[in-house]
Antibody, heavy 120, light 111 residues
Framework: QVQLQESGPGVVEPSGTLSLTCAVSGGSITSINWWTWVRQPPGKGLEWIGEIYHTGSTNYNPSLRSRVTISVDKSKNQFSLKVTSLTAADTAIYYCARWADYGGNPYDYWGHGTLVTVSS | QSVLTQPPSVSGAPGQRVIIYCTGS?????????VHWYQQVLGTAPKLLIF???NRPSGVPDRFSGSKSGTSASLAITGLQAEDEADYYC???????????FGGGTKVTVL
């Protein structure tokens, strides 16, 4: 059973940089899956941030591309998210998820999510 | 404003059938990309409910069913139960945006 666990600071300052990590257990990050970040502002819907394959190939949401970097650490079986130039609009629950290798590639495993608040 | 449009809310009495529509365009659902549905109970992470337009993962009750036609998809819940009260999101890919996207979400209320 694959499990994903997000970790990172709960509060970050405006104009600063957010760094989150998603640890993968019960499976290898070098499997034929893409690994994804999704966020959800309080009381609002889901927003796709971007995704990475273990080779380092990435795809990003065009609306966030200039501020987002996703990377992978195969030695630690984890992947990470960085978001720069933070504003209050970046306050959200951040989820990591696995892109399944079947059935049109849905997100079949999700982390529990971590709330990040942008505030001074 | 989401590229995939869902009604903000639907409601029904226990035992009834409700349908949630997800309306897209020729650059996403209409281009043939699969639609997936997720259920999000308050305070928890989304859970995969339907994948590849019509398929249910193991463990999902057969009360949930999905379909797709043209530029739209739908999720039907038959025999509505109190535990079905949650937010539901459709998800697909858009070749004009070159990215994945979610619908705005629909809150299902069991009366």
């Amino acid at each position: 059973q694959v499990q994903l666990q997000e970790s990172g600071p709960g509060v970050v300052e405006p104009s600063g940089t957010l760094s989150l990590t998603c640890a993968v257990s019960g499976g290898s990050i070098t499997s034929i899956n893409w690994w994804t970040w999704v966020r959800q502002p309080p009381g609002k819907g889901l927003e796709w941030i971007g995704e990475i394959y273990h080779t380092g190939s990435t795809n990003y949401n065009p609306s966030l591309r200039s501020r987002v970097t996703i990377s992978v650490d195969k030695s630690k079986n984890q992947f990470s998210l960085k978001v720069t130039s933070l504003t209050a609009a970046d306050t959200a629950i951040y989820y990591c998820a696995r892109w399944a290798d079947y059935g049109g590639n849905p997100y079949d495993y999700w982390g529990h999510g971590t709330l990040v608040t942008v505030s001074s | 404003q989401s590229v995939l449009t869902q009604p903000p809310s639907v409601s029904g009495a226990p035992g009834q059938r409700v349908i949630i529509y997800c309306t897209g365009s020729r650059s996403n659902i209409g281009a043939g990309y699969d639609v997936h549905w997720y259920q999000q109970v308050l305070g928890t992470a989304p859970k995969l409910l339907i994948f590849g337009n019509t398929n249910r993962p193991s463990g999902v009750p057969d009360r949930f069913s999905g379909s797709k036609s043209g530029t739209s998809a739908s999720l039907a819940i038959t025999g509505l139960q109190a535990e079905d009260e949650a937010d539901y999101y459709c998800q697909s890919y858009d070749n004009r945006l070159s990215g994945r996207l979610f619908g705005g979400g629909t809150k299902v209320t069991v009366l």
